[in-house]
T-cell receptor, first 113, second 113 residues
Framework: SQKIEQNSEALNIQEGKTATLTCNYT??????LQWYRQDPGRGPVFLLL?????KEKRKERLKVTFDTTLKQSLFHITASQPADSATYLC????????????FGAGTRLAVHP | SQTIHQWPATLVQPVGSPLSLECTVE??????LYWYRQAAGRGLQLLFY??????ISSEVPQNLSASRPQDRQFILSSKKLLLSDSGFYLC????????????FGEGSRLTVL
């Protein structure tokens, strides 16, 4: 069955460092992969999309890589700030069409001053 | 600009009682609409999606149902709630078929006692 795995343990880093989150998937050949940010008690907010033919995508301090051979995406936040503390979710387009996104459980990031 | 409204934000219901969560989207037409559920510490589980009025697809067998009586209105219902129905319910819409980027509402926290 299709499966998405994100590190369930919280990632604690010091302000100013680079945070790296991992998303692994199995039994998928997604056309693209997305990353969302979710704050406690709120709905997720879209951050970045990367297509299968793209190796890397950047947006301000965010960088996403997509390795379809390893079936893995890495999400980087450079020069991290306490305001970056949140849960980050990766999502893949499920087979079957209709824009059905399947989400990972998310990784909680805590950036300490 | 597009907005999505979801209500109620919080509700506490006894087991066996009915449920109705409502979601409306403004500023766009013919959106794809979705209901997700997020249990504590878990990922988002896709419950229903709709590509048009009266067109509902169910992802997970359960005692919940969904309806789309108008183009930008999506309703999640239950005739008799179970304890396992507790969770954070999120409505979302997508307007770009190619990317499938989802825009989420603020969520409805349901506690079944």
């Amino acid at each position: 069955s299709q499966k998405i795995e994100q590190n369930s343990e919280a990632l604690n880093i010091q302000e100013g460092k680079t945070a790296t989150l991992t998303c692994n998937y199995t039994n998928y050949s997604p056309a693209y992969l997305q990353w969302y940010r979710q704050d406690p008690g709120r709905g997720p907010v879209f951050l970045l999309l990367i297509r299968e033919n793209e190796k890397e995508k950047r947006k301000e301090r965010l960088k996403v890589t997509f390795d379809t051979t390893l079936k893995q995406s890495l999400f980087h936040i450079t020069a991290s700030q306490p305001a970056d503390s949140a849960t980050y979710l990766c999502a893949l387009l499920s087979s079957g069409g209709y824009n059905k996104l399947i989400f990972g459980a998310g990784t909680r990031l805590a950036v300490h001053p | 600009s597009q907005t999505i409204h979801q209500w109620p934000a919080t509700l506490v219901q006894p087991v066996g009682s009915p449920l109705s969560l409502e979601c409306t989207v403004e500023g766009t037409s013919n959106p794809n609409l979705y209901w997700y559920r997020q249990a504590a510490g878990r990922g988002l589980q896709l419950l229903f999606y709709s590509v048009g009025i009266g067109q509902i697809s169910s992802e997970v067998p359960q005692n919940l149902s969904a309806s789309r009586p108008q183009d930008r209105q999506f309703i999640l219902s239950s005739k008799k709630l179970l304890l396992s129905d507790s969770g954070f319910y999120l409505c979302a819409w997508s307007g770009q078929i190619d990317t499938g980027e989802l825009f989420f509402g603020e969520g409805s926290r349901l506690t079944v006692l």
